[in-house]
């Protein structure tokens, strides 16, 4: 059991995740898309003593200005008790990316998977220099997760990471926690994907670094639990925690159709999605990290 230092949250659990590649458990990073979903999350896990990293993706930042959300996440941040991240997640636009880091995002994605090995090194480390300036941690993708839906556009391109690209591009461009492809794919609405442990071994041997897998809520909780004593330090969760919140508000208008109260309709919504965050974070052997 760890306990908590007090405002020192953000460091605290970077150092958390590089831990993480020793012991048994995997932080949940959560896309979020209001505040409302945000602070479900933290009261989930406060519940049971686990960090946890909240998400800003595309679509959220479609929403509210990354600003507005820098400020929003660390009000929660501030009031939670448990260490929460502030996380941007893929993105490509170094200015959104810079605005990011200046608005008190504790962690930002590059997003490179879709460029030529040698283009996604050099961006990346301009990514980290610039980044790691102003004391904000770096995650990139090599290798490219698809998308079950064709969310990443009709050109995108998935491809599975190879070993000795990913011990280069940890080497070369000095990020801290790596994205990588071994069979996850987003926004699957079952849990069924085929994760490729003999590929991700050999990539952890390769290049010794703290990996993230996207498209978690593909991933077998069997498979869940495999992933435990490897170097997997974050799982990204977000398909399971709409659908949570989007099945559970259909079911809500069509008991009440006549009503238009927001906050009546979201109760159990917003419960069943604490409820599924817990669920991945309890999964995830995240239970009782915090005391
Ligand atoms: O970056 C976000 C995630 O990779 C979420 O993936 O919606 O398939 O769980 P998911
Ligand atoms: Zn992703």
């Known amino acids: 059991m760890l306990t908590l230092p007090k405002n020192q949250f953000q460091p ?44 800003v993706n595309k679509v ?11 400020d929003a996440l660390n009000l929660l941040i501030k009031h939670a008790k448990v260490p929460v991240c502030a996380h941007l997640d893929h ?27 040698e283009e996604n090194i050099r961006k990346t480390r301009m990514a980290v220099e610039m980044a790691h300036g102003l004391g904000v941690a770096v995650e990139a993708e090599i290798g490219a997760v698809g998308y079950s839906d064709g969310a990443g556009g009709k050109d995108y391109k998935a491809a599975m990471t190879d070993p000795k690209e990913a011990a280069r591009f940890a080497r070369e461009t000095g990020l801290d926690w790596m994205a990588v492809s071994v069979g996850n794919v987003h926004r699957m609405e079952t849990q069924d994907a085929a994760i490729d442990f003999k590929l991700l071994a050999e990539i952890e041997k390769a290049s010794g670094t703290p990996l993230v897998l996207h498209g978690s809520t593909g991933i077998r909780d069997a498979d869940m639990k495999k992933l435990l ?55 995830l052997g995240c239970k009782g990290i915090i005391s």
Request: proline share 4%.
């Open 12 to 55: 605290f659990f970077t150092d958390l995740m590089v831990k993480a590649v020793h012991e048994e458990h995997i932080f949940a990073g959560f896309n979020v898309f209001s505040l409302d979903d945000a602070y479900e999350i933290v009261q989930a896990a406060e519940r049971i003593g686990s960090p946890v990293m909240l998400m």
């Open 60 to 70: 959220a930042l479609e929403l509210f200005p990354v600003e507005v959300w820098g």
């Open 91 to 117: 993105t490509t636009d170094f200015k959104v990316l810079e605005r990011a880091c200046k608005a008190g995002f504790d962690s930002v994605m590059f997003d490179g998977s879709q460029l030529p090995l």
């Open 229 to 283: 004593p490897t170097h997997v330090v974050k799982v990204n969760i977000g398909t399971a925690l709409r659908m949570a919140f989007g099945n559970t508000l259909r079911g809500e208008f069509e008991k009440s159709p006549k009503e238009f109260d927001r906050a009546k309709l979201f109760k159990l919504p917003l419960k069943k999605l604490g409820e599924e965050a817990e669920k991945k974070m309890t999964l």
